[in-house]
């Protein structure tokens, strides 16, 4: 992995740990009662979480599958794409 895309995606990593930390804390006072932002907001901080994780996840997955026969290659493909719907579908 290049250094350039190695420091891209470990900010998106980063950004993916951040994201899940404070939907995590608004979903423990959203279960006790006091909800603080809307559900639009959270469901828009989980899609932006999700589209973090999706390409962490795809870089590594990738360069792992790269060198593996064919069928890792569409599984891996398939897996991306099912992340992807269902994270578009969340909005409907």
Not at 42 to 57: E, P
Not at 58 to 67: G, N, T
């Amino acid at each position: 992995m290049s250094s350039n895309k190695n420091n891209f995606v470990n900010v998106l990593a980063f950004a993916a740990l951040i994201i899940i930390a404070v939907l995590e804390i608004l979903s423990g006072l959203n279960h006790l009662g006091i909800s603080i932002l809307g559900a639009t907001l959270l469901v828009l901080l989980n899609t932006v979480k999700n589209i973090c994780v999706i390409i962490v996840i795809s870089v590594a997955a990738y360069d792992y599958v790269s060198s593996k026969k064919k069928g890792y290659k569409i599984a891996f493909f398939i897996a991306i794409v099912v992340f992807l719907l269902g994270t578009v579908f969340a909005w409907f």
